[in-house]
């Protein structure tokens, strides 16, 4: 089933770009990042900013802009049946270099899985002046680590953004 990407919540404050491969089902379908409840991305990012928690996808929207994050995915779209990267085929990326030409503020990419990272190496050249930096995956799937091994990974985020 052909997939495409979410819009990118960025703005011209943005210094940090967190990056997913693909959206999946439910976040296209609620046209919202990291929809799906079993991931923990927000979790995991009110968690590293010590924020309450909230279910609200408007405060999550707030939270990252508070704290110059911007959601945007590697593949622009993708055939891939459910929301498995490991079943994405025909990607398409998307326009890095416009990106950074139109948001210069950008200095840190962190890669939400190594597939992310993987789709982003294959297709596209690191931009000069940024800093590239692979996370492991928040997703339900990813049952490898346990959330406060991810959370002590993810403080990387909160610690660039609050020297900012």
Same mark, same amino acid.
């Given at each position: ?34 929809? %799906?409840?079993? %991931?923990? +991305?927000?979790?995991?990012? +009110?968690?590293?900013?010590? $924020?309450? +928690?909230?279910?609200?996808? $408007?405060?999550? #929207?707030?939270?990252v802009?508070?704290? %110059? ?9 993708? #055939? ?10 025909e ?12 948001y =210069?503020?950008?200095?840190?990419? +962190? ?14 050249? =690191?931009? $000069? ?7 492991p995956?928040?997703?339900?799937? %990813?049952?490898?680590l346990?959330?406060? $091994? #991810? ?10 953004a609050?020297?900012?």
């Amino acid at each position: 089933m052909y997939k495409k990407a979410l819009p990118p919540l960025i703005d011209h404050s943005t210094i940090i770009l967190i990056m997913g491969t693909m959206a999946g089902e439910q976040s296209i379908a609620k046209q919202q990042y990291y929809a %799906n409840r079993g %991931n923990l +991305f927000w979790k995991i990012l +009110f968690s590293i900013f010590e $924020e309450e +928690f909230s279910a609200s996808y $408007e405060d999550r #929207k707030a939270l990252v802009k508070k704290y %110059n994050i911007g959601l945007w995915n590697v593949l622009q779209s993708c #055939k891939r049946e459910g929301s498995r990267d490991a079943s994405i085929t025909e990607e398409t990326i998307n326009d890095f270099e416009s990106l950074h030409k139109q948001y =210069p503020n950008i200095k840190y990419v +962190f890669f939400e899985s190594k597939a992310a990272a993987k789709y982003f190496q294959k297709h596209t050249a =690191p931009q $000069e002046g940024v800093t590239y930096i692979t996370l492991p995956s928040t997703s339900g799937l %990813n049952a490898g680590l346990t959330k406060e $091994e #991810k959370i002590a990974q993810w403080k990387n985020i909160s610690q660039i953004a609050l020297s900012k």
